[in-house]
């Protein structure tokens, strides 16, 4: 069971940080979603700036201790990303890009808004 409790935090770990990078295009269609990816992307550049631990960090180790398997030594990121989907050399330029993605998001659906606007002023 333990086991299963891990996965699902894994789970619920990996779609936080999808929705992090993802969110703003997310709000494309759904405007009224960039009120949580604001407070996503705040809670996780909080997380980086501070080196804080993520709630989801804390069960996971745990359920993973309890299966029997060695839990999170590194954290989440340190255990599941870095040095696996990237080199540990290329932490600071992953997040200028997810930095970037974000931006490039928040950009486009400000010009969403106002040309669907501009669009609905016209009619």
């Known amino acids: ?57 804390g069960p996971e180790d745990y359920f993973r201790k309890r299966a029997g398997g060695e839990g999170l030594p590194g954290g989440f990121i340190d255990t599941y990303l870095t040095g696996v989907i990237y080199p540990a050399e290329h932490v600071d330029l992953v997040r200028l890009l997810v930095a970037i993605v974000v931006l490039v998001s928040w950009v486009g659906l400000g010009i969403r808004l106002r040309t669907g606007s501009s669009r609905a002023k016209s009619r």
């Open 1 to 57: 069971m333990y086991r299963v409790l891990a996965d699902a935090t894994m789970v619920l770990h990996f779609a936080f940080l999808a929705y992090v990078v993802t969110g703003g295009f997310i709000a494309w269609r759904w405007p009224r979603t960039i009120v949580a990816h604001f407070a996503a992307v705040v809670w996780g550049a909080l997380i980086v700036a501070f080196e804080l631990n993520c709630p989801l960090t």
